[in-house]
């Protein structure tokens, strides 16, 4: 596959990897963060990598684009050794349906199902995170089943509660941080993905593994309680 | 300290971001205008990476406790200092129990008060700023409101003397006031996908006038004006996107990304405005008109390191005039 480089303004570069979602293409970007994270170039600030692309964004007075270029060029010549990826498996307990998730007979409704069938696809499916972004921890979950694909809701909801777990189209995830959005919610988790005291702040991380886990009501909250009385 | 007796619209806590941390997702936040904090902190003596207030449109009222030395720069927001005119893009002298006030924005909507020592919140995650939609960072994640007290900093030693040894016309000679216009030519580079957007669209981005619309705040501007499309509705892979990018959604109106941007994004960017140009960009408020013209990525380049220079010379010279007093 040809890299590509073009700039995102002045002081970023988009290194692109490949053109469609695919696992080969997602292990040369988590290889390429990999690299940029060990070797910290003088010029570089930091880096977003998504589904294809990694971004670099740099210091033009450090170094100008097409200096930075040449530099990335060479660094990906050393992508050949081979660097430890990490795989991790987590797993995301759900408390599914009721008003923890307002959405899941919808979701039943629109693929024929019972909401219990849509539990149990749900947990069933062999996940992995393909990128984090748009929000701080939001993981972009790939490999949900089509039988509980559902649209986008027609107007968004102006407040999703943290924590809640939705499906729009055929991906699903978590909103770690309260927000509006669009998706149809089915469940909540007592797991934080979003930890501002951590090095790391976000739970979850590209490459990462997904295990959905239903637990019971009275197990979510006594989970709510515990971190409740953590924070507090 | 700095006591909160009446809050304005939105006035923060910010600083030059929190970088580092895209990749996981959390977005940079800091000041809107980064140029104006900037030189406000320089003209306090301060380290330009401290912590200043981001004052929009209405301002507060904040008393000093204590002694203080100060700077103002961005919109102009009329400020008066116990019922006086005080001028901005200067240092300034603050007796304890003083009252800042501001009245009728005159020009810009975003005004930077900051204060020898810098505006003392903890840092998290290396920074200062906060982080209102995630309620993080700054003063307790959010904006400040009556009654919130908001510690300062320690003086250094030249902030100090500067505190008593600074007289009425110091400063004069130092800087002009960074103009903002009322209608901004914008620079921006060509993006990504401007070869992906009609012929019409790609001849309307520079031809004709885009208003700032009322869906407009720190994470992005809505404009309206020319209707943008593209030649084939094409979908796109997301990926990172920064601070100036133009987006547009399938409605046709370009928005533009800033401080508290989202860390990616899947909508084609039409094009990039340039970092210089930003903080006319920030400065604008709801209705107010703004005009693109194309600019290579190398000009704007050699603008930004122009323009880090001129920074280094103010640094230099805030320095000297410093040392005069020791």
């Known amino acids: 596959m040809n890299t590509l480089f073009s700039p995102l303004g002045d002081r970023a570069i988009v290194i692109e990897l490949g053109d469609e979602i695919n696992d080969q293409t997602e292990q040369h970007v988590r290889k390429v963060a990999a690299l940029l994270e060990s070797r910290q170039p003088e010029w570089m600030i930091e880096f977003i990598p998504a589904f294809v692309t990694v971004a670099v964004f740099y210091n033009p007075c450090l170094a100008k684009y097409d200096d930075v270029k040449i530099a990335l060029k060479e660094l990906l010549t050393q992508l050949t050794e081979s660097l430890p990826i990490e795989s991790r498996t987590i797993e995301i307990p759900v408390c599914y349906g009721g008003d923890l998730g307002p959405d899941l007979e919808f ?10 069938e849509v539990i149990d ?7 992995s995170v393909h990128m984090i972004g748009f929000a701080p921890g939001f993981p972009f979950i790939g490999g949900m089943s089509k039988k509980i694909a559902a649209p986008r809701r027609d107007s968004p909801r102006l407040r999703i509660p943290e924590r809640t777990v939705g499906i729009a189209g055929m991906q699903t995830g978590v909103y770690p941080i309260e927000t509006p959005g669009g998706w149809q919610l089915i469940g909540r988790t007592p797991m934080r993905l979003f930890l501002p005291e951590k090095d790391i702040p976000s739970l979850l991380r590209a490459g990462d593994k997904v295990i959905f886990k239903e637990i019971s009501k009275e197990e979510y909250h006594a989970w709510e309680d515990d971190l409740n009385a953590e924070n507090s | 300290m700095l006591k909160i007796l009446k809050s304005g619209l939105q006035t923060s806590v910010q600083d030059l971001g929190r970088v580092g941390f895209q990749k996981y997702g959390v977005i940079v936040s800091g000041a809107m205008d980064p140029f104006a904090h900037r030189i406000a902190n320089l003209l306090t003596g301060n380290d330009e990476r401290l912590a200043t207030l981001e004052i929009t449109l ?11 030395v100060i700077a103002l720069c961005g919109g102009d927001l009329s400020p008066q200092l116990d019922d006086n005119d005080i001028k901005m893009w200067r240092m300034l002298p603050v007796k304890k129990g003083s009252t800042l ?10 005004c930077y008060l900051a204060v020898a020592g810098g505006i003392d919140v903890p840092e998290l995650m290396g920074s200062r700023s906060t982080y209102l939609r995630a309620g993080i960072g700054g003063f307790q994640g959010r904006a400040l409101t009556k009654g919130d007290e908001v510690h300062i900093g320690k003086m250094n030693l030249l902030q100090t003397k500067a505190l008593h040894q600074y007289t009425e016309n110091e400063f ?3 800087l002009p006031p960074v103009r903002y216009y009322e209608e901004p030519i914008i620079r921006m580079i060509k993006g990504k996908q401007f070869d992906l957007f009609t012929e019409d669209s790609k001849r309307r981005i520079f031809s004709e006038a885009f208003t700032v619309s009322a869906s407009s705040d720190r994470m992005g501007y809505r404009l309206e004006g020319a209707h943008l499309a593209l030649e084939m509705p094409t979908e796109l892979i997301s990926e990172a996107v920064a601070f100036g990018s133009i987006q547009v959604p399938a409605d046709g109106n370009p928005i533009v990304l800033l401080a508290d941007r989202q860390t990616t994004g899947g909508y084609p960017k039409i094009g990039q405005i340039i970092s210089v140009d930003l903080p006319l960009v920030s400065q604008l408020k709801q209705g107010q008109h703004l005009r693109f013209k194309e600019i290579s990525l190398q000009d704007a380049q050699q603008r930004l390191v122009e323009q880090e220079q001129y920074i280094r010379q103010v640094k230099a010279a805030i320095h000297l005039k410093q040392e005069e007093w020791t």
């Open chain 2, 101 to 110: 006030t501001f009245g009728e924005p005159r020009i810009g909507t975003r």
């Open chain 2, 172 to 174: 004069e000679w130092l």
């Open chain 1, 121 to 127: 696809i749900h947990t069933s499916g062999n996940y």
């Open chain 1, 107 to 116: 979701v039943a409704q629109h693929n024929q199902l019972t909401p219990r």
């Open chain 2, 58 to 68: 209405i301002g507060p009222t904040i008393q000093f406790t204590k002694d203080a």
